[in-house]
């Protein structure tokens, strides 16, 4: 647990009354889920646990099933982290959502490599068709729903973003992967999945994207708006027109990553490899969020879950990006700082923004 103990949090009107509420149950029929690191469910100290299994059902491991992690080298597949993701699920009675087939980032170089040189496109595609057979056959029937690729849609010019990826096998690299994905298990959701496509220019291309693979005969269950969103920047109108825009396509739509940041950063995109730097200066809630930072982001998180509870029979699932506000990656990237995004603070208590989207779910 990356907690710092120095921090004093504002926990939000009468703990006691906590005891018998579960946010997952308030949000049925949508599901409730959080991203977990792999080695999370056996390293939990009782509170993350207790926290947990009280209000989420679904989880999304953080980073254990990423290719670069998953098979870090050809042929080599390291599977202990994400087995025991999967025996917690089981245990608990609750999904998984296997996270991520496809991605630009966290995706080991020898995939496109050959000898020096650059691998074919035939290469590269039967790779892509080994690392999804073995990884959602591996899981068949316990994952029940995958992110099959993420972050495809180019943030500004052009279609697709432009990576080794589309470099290597062309713009089917897409296709490729939802077959595979559709034939490793029939059984599970296939989902697109990516940040700001909410907005109106990248919501148009990631429509055309979906539309084409509809028009090559691929079937994908959902599409994942990552929700990475910041205080008092949060696009709530463009938000609920992405949820209708794309439940019309007759997918179900997710918000997959959600957290409120409460530090600015240049943009509301989620790149990994993007990395400003934050002075200590600029760790402005080291010591404690204030209570009017907590409570505007408690309206901005209530405004949220009331959009998603209007609209939800096309939501079907809201999944947070980590447990607690110390185990976000809000706090490393992009730069160091004491970052406070979700509903629960660093001791897993409810904050005001978890009394706040209660009340409104309720
Ligand atoms: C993106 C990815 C996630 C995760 C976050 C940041 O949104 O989809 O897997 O890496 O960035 O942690």
Redesign the pocket.
């Known amino acids: 647990m990356s907690d710092d103990q120095t921090i004093t949090e504002c926990a939000g009107p009468d703990r006691a009354s906590d005891a018998g509420r579960s946010l997952q149950r308030a949000v049925a029929p949508m599901q409730l889920g959080c991203a977990v690191d792999g080695q999370l469910p056996e390293c939990m100290d009782a509170s993350e646990r207790a926290l947990l299994l009280r209000h989420f059902d679904t989880l999304t491991p ?1 980073n254990c099933m ?1 290719p670069a992690v998953i098979q870090p080298e050809s042929g080599r597949f390291e599977f202990a982290e994400p087995d025991a993701l999967v025996r917690f699920a089981d245990k608990h009675s609750l999904n998984v959502v296997g ?2 087939l496809v991605w630009h ?1 966290q995706c080991p170089d020898w995939l496109f490599r050959n000898g020096e040189g650059t691998a074919s496109r035939e290469q590269v595609l039967e790779r892509m068709r080994r690392h999804i057979y073995t990884v959602v056959g591996r899981y068949r029937g316990r994952v029940c729903g995958w992110d099959v690729v ?2 495809a849609v180019a943030d500004r010019d052009g279609f697709l973003r432009k990576t080794a990826w589309l470099a290597c096998v062309g713009e089917d690299f897409v296709d490729y992967a939802f077959r595979f994905a559709r034939h490793a298990d029939p059984s599970a959701e296939l989902y697109y ?1 990516d ?1 700001n496509i909410e907005l109106p220019e990248k919501r148009e291309r990631t429509i055309e994207l979906l539309s084409r693979l509809r028009s090559h005969g691929i079937r994908v269950d959902g599409v994942g708006i ?1 929700g ?1 969103w910041i205080l008092d920047q949060v696009p709530f109108e463009e938000i609920e027109r992405a949820i209708v825009a794309y439940h019309a396509l007759g997918l179900k739509v997710m918000i997959t ?1 959600l957290d409120l940041d409460v530090i600015d950063r240049p943009d509301c995109g ?1 790149d ?1 490899s993007e990395h400003y730097s934050y002075s200590v200066e600029e760790d402005l809630y080291r010591n404690a969020c204030p209570p009017e930072v907590l409570g505007r982001q408690a309206e901005q998180y209530g405004e949220l879950f009331a959009l998603f509870r209007r609209h939800r029979d096309k939501v079907a699932r809201i999944s947070f ?1 980590g447990l607690h506000d110390g185990s976000s ?1 809000l706090n490393t ?1 992009p730069g160091e700082r004491t970052n406070h995004p979700l509903l629960f603070d660093r001791r897993c208590l409810g904050k005001p923004a978890f009394e706040r989207v209660m009340e409104v779910i309720t």
């Open positions: 953080e990423k996270h991520c980032q993420n972050e999945n940040y990552q990475h990553e989620a990994v990006w990656w990237w």
